[in-house]
């Protein structure tokens, strides 16, 4: 059974990076032909799928958010990582790991994580 958690800092300030990092158990992120996306939830707003990076190790993005995203993975660690730079306090939101395939189908969800972005 595949387990994801999220860790990070839950308060930024604004334009700083929000770092994220999800942590995987159960199987390998390079465990064919599985994607590992960011998504989150703004206070009283729906999902928003950020990006996602694949098995093989590219990386897709959403176009609102993809000149301030990036999604890196450590494959020793079995971890993936979201930065979102420039943040203010719009991005503060729930943000969730998820596992799926193909890209966009989300199957396995982290807990969620809060991150708000406040001086």
């Known amino acids: 059974q595949v387990q994801l958690q999220e860790s990070g800092p839950g308060l930024v300030k604004p334009s700083q990076t929000l770092s994220l990092t999800c942590t995987v158990s159960?199987?390998?992120?390079?465990?064919?032909?599985?994607?590992w996306s960011w998504i989150r939830q703004p206070p009283g707003k729906g999902l928003e799928w950020m990006g996602a990076?694949?098995?093989?190790?590219?990386?897709y993005y959403s176009p609102s958010l993809k000149s301030r995203t990036s999604i890196s993975r450590d494959t020793s660690k079995n971890q993936f990582t979201l930065q979102l730079s420039s943040v203010t306090p719009e991005d503060t939101a729930v943000y969730y790991c998820?596992?799926?395939?193909?890209?966009?189908?989300?199957?396995?969800w982290g807990q969620g994580t809060l991150v708000t972005v406040s001086s």
């Open positions: 159960g199987g390998s992120i390079t465990t064919n032909y599985y994607y």
């Open positions: 990076i694949a098995y093989s190790g590219s990386t």
């Open positions: 998820a596992m799926g395939w193909p890209i966009g189908s989300l199957e396995v």
